[in-house]
């Protein structure tokens, strides 16, 4: 079962998990296996029209999923996704 990892800001909204076990194969279904088990997390995730927010990286393994399929990368059982978000500053 694929490994999602939990960043620090959005952990509140995970009931203060670092690591859920998620289902799917691919990473959309994953996300939306995350988001069905912590629903506050979808409003942080996806914009009103259900695309994934442009600040969320979502990173399988070291490659980010927006250089593979995108939401349509598929999944094996060992795979481990991290959800890191952008940091803005100046």
């Not at 509140?12 to 088990?37: I, M, R």
């Not at 393994?61 to 803005?88: F, M, N, Q, W, Y």
């Amino acid at each position: 079962m694929p490994i999602l990892r939990i960043p620090t800001p959005l952990r509140p909204y995970a009931e203060g998990q670092t690591e859920v076990n998620v289902q799917g194969q691919t990473v959309g279904e994953a996300l939306g296996d995350l988001t069905a088990q912590f629903p506050e997390l979808k409003k942080h995730l996806f914009s009103d029209a259900g695309e994934l927010r442009a600040f969320v990286n979502l990173f399988l393994g070291e490659e980010d999923v927006r250089h593979l399929e995108g939401v349509d990368t598929p999944l094996s059982e060992d795979d481990k996704l991290r959800i890191i978000p952008s940091i803005a500053g100046g």
